[in-house]
Every structure is written in structure tokens, then in C-alpha cells.
């Protein structure tokens, strides 16, 4: 059986890495800046810090249950048909944003650089090179992770060095005039979108990973690694384009790419730096498939989860079409109903299947006294 596949503790932390970074790179900044303003990168800085709680919530969840998925657990914690229906509504969310993510990537493409292309065509193209890798299986894409993290970080670096020229401090000036209440609420939907959101990598660590104990550390590394890139993507959009701007961006991280001139010899490098966004929204555009049929599959007790990746993907292509008739209903829909559903399942359920685990525990130790 493919689910029975391990991968290493290397290939776990480069899949963190992005996950974390995934969609986050190109709609976090804009989030942030409306809320913080010149002060988007501390709430940014806050955000990585407070997703790291999670992690830690997360790791010690996962190592009470070394052999088990995040849809085993609840089945295991809170019963078997009560684990099923709580199993059902972290299915929904994983499917719900397989489908938003498709139309992200599509819509990124027609936005930014095929704007005569169809939508529909570019997510279904999206959709097959999904399918493909989940059939796959995870063996499989963590080793393609393990080759285009090389690419990414290369694509990051020249982004970074090559946007330098561009700075301008007094963008970030004056530091600290942001009330506590905006920038709170600015750190909070960072941890919501990369960090909280990935209880779906519960769908591989631990019972998928081939060193349990010491892949607790490459998730906290992993996260935080996803974090710093977060920080620096933000801190130059503000620095670069200003707080103005990157508010009303829809994706301020891929602006920055049109500010590189070099010389005035080399210029209009995007559609080449749009690969960097590529390969962090293809990983997690994976990964919540991924976790969407391995947990349909195991809430149905079914062995193989191959036969059902293609029927699921046709279905997340068709709703990827419908789900947001627009953009503007996508931003609404993401900043106040997404952030609860993410809330009730990445955080408040993981922190009811552990505190329940542990309390079972101390009442088996009590008896056998």
C-alpha cells in the first residue's frame, strides 16, 4: 500500500519548508501590510513566533500516536463514529482548499502572465500534474521536493539580492505606530494560513516518516525556516513598494519581481521569478490533496487510496471553477470564514484530541494502581 510509504526526516522538513511558504508568499504580504501597515514585518515576526506553539502542540499530539495519521487519532481518541464525523470536517477542509488553491494558481496566471488564457484550461493542467503526483505516491513527490527546494532557494536569493537596490528605509518609518489591536490581528492571520494549516502534514508525520522522534525537530526547523522566508518577503514589500502598496496588491511578493533592473540591461525577469511562487503553491497544492484522499479513504476503510485520486481531482477541478465567483468574494471569504474553519480544525481540534489522550492516560495509569 502506498500510505505505508516512509520518507526521511530531510524530505519531511523540506516538505514543511513548502508547505509554510506555499500561498502565503504571495497573499500574506498584502494582509498584513492593510492591517500593520509600515509595521507589517513585526507582525510578521510575531506570527512565526506564535506558530511554533502550534508546531509544538502538533509534536507532541503526533508522538502519542507514532504509528497513526490525524484521522487515525480521532478515531482512536474520541471514538469510532464520533472520530469519523470530526474525521469528515478535516476532509472538507483539506478538499475545500484543493480546490481553492487550483483556482489561486490559475488565477495567479491569468492575472500576472497568460491573461488571455481561459481558466478553466490552466487548472485543469494544474489538476493533472496533481493527480499525477499523488498517484505517485509520497516517496515519490518528497524526492521532486527534494530537487526543487535547491531551485527555489536560488530564485529567492537572486530576488533578494537583486531587489536590494531598491530599498527604501523611510518606507518602514515611523516603527512601532501601529496599535497592539491591528498588529495582533495582522499575526494571527499569518499563523492561520501557513502554520495552522498544516495539521494536514499530520496526514504524514509521524506514521509516514522513517525517524518519528527526531522529525518533531525538522517540523519546528522547518516552520521556522518557512517563517524567516515570510519575514524577509514582507519586510522588502514594505521596504520596496511601501505600505500603501503592498495593501493594495493582490500579490505584492510577485511586484517585487518587476522592481529588478539590472543596469537597465536586464529587466522584465518576472515570468522567470514566478517559478519561485510555482513551486511553493504546486508542494501545497499536493500535500492538501494528498491528505484529502488518504483521509477519504481511511474514514471509509478502504486499503488503496489510488483508485480514488483521479474521480477526487476531477471533482476539486469542477469546484475550483465554482468556488470563488470572483475575486473579491475570495479575499472576503478568506480573511473571515476560512481563518474560523482553519481555527476548528488545525487548532482547537488537535488541542481536544490531546487533552483528551493525556487524561485518558492518567486514568489507565490510576486503575492499574
Known sequence: MLDNQKISVRQFRILVILFTIGTSILIVPATLASEAKQDAWIAAILGVGMGLLVIFLYNKLALMFPDMTFVQMNQRVLGKWLGKMVSIIFFSMTFAYTSALLFYAGNFFITEIMPE???????????????????????????????????????????????????????????????????????????????????????????NVNQPKEAQKSFLIGSLIGGLVMIIITLLGILVLGPFDSANQIYPGYKLTKKINIGNFLTRIDAIMAGLWMITIYFKLVLYF?????????????????????PLGMIAIVLSLIVYPNVVYQQEWDTETANAFSLSVGLFLPLLLLVVAVFRKKMGKKKTI
Open 290 to 310: 494528498y491528505a484529502s484522499v488518504l483521509g477519504f479513504t481511511q474514514i471509509m476503510e478502504i486499503k488503496d487510496y489510488r483508485p480514488f485520486t483521479l
Open 117 to 207: 488564457t481561459p481558466l478553466g484550461s490552466l487548472v485543469i493542467l494544474i489538476g493533472i500534474i496533481m493527480v499525477m503526483a499523488v498517484r505517485y505516491g509520497l516517496e515519490t513527490f518528497a524526492r521532486s521536493a527534494e530537487i526543487l527546494i535547491l531551485t527555489f532557494f536560488i530564485l529567492f536569493i537572486c530576488l533578494v539580492f537583486f531587489v536590494s537596490p531598491e530599498i527604501e528605509v523611510e518606507n518602514i518609518q515611523p516603527v512601532f505606530d501601529v496599535e497592539l489591536k491591528p498588529l495582533l490581528r495582522a499575526s494571527i492571520f499569518l499563523v492561520v494560513t501557513s502554520t495552522i494549516n498544516a495539521v494536514v502534514l499530520l496526514m504524514i508525520f509521524p506514521a
